[in-house]
């Protein structure tokens, strides 16, 4: 059974850092695409960015390129999102998420299968 765990949010002030971490059991860790996306509340879930299986390609939501890193442990089934700089408007509740199929793109939201619970980030202005 998939898992995701996500931990490290926090409230944090303008400028600050944060590093979430999203611990995954229960699949073939190193053969999934994996994403973090995020909502704030009254608006809809968004992505922030994204690592591939392979490679450790990245991909970034505009908003946060720059600002944030994703990065993965294969060997301890870990996903992390490093945020710095945070501004108010980061606020929101992250979510990682895995791929629905192994060695295969993840791009849509809908191409992720398996979600986490969600951590929450609030960024005091």
Sequence with gaps: ???LVESGGGLVQTGGSLRLSCAASG???SRY?????????GKK???VARIRW???TTHYAASVKGRFDISRDNANMVVYLEMNDLKPEDTATYYCAAA??????AIAES?????????Q???SS
């Design 33 to 41: 695409d994996m994403g973090w996306f995020r909502q704030a509340p």
């Design 111 to 119: 191409d992720f299968g398996s979600w986490g619970q969600g951590t």
């Design 100 to 105: 629905s199929r192994e060695w295969t793109i």
């Design 45 to 47: 879930r968004e992505f």
């Design 54 to 56: 392979t490679r450790g």
């Design 27 to 29: 699949f073939i860790f």
């Design 121 to 123: 980030v609030t960024v």
């Design 1 to 3: 059974q998939v898992q």
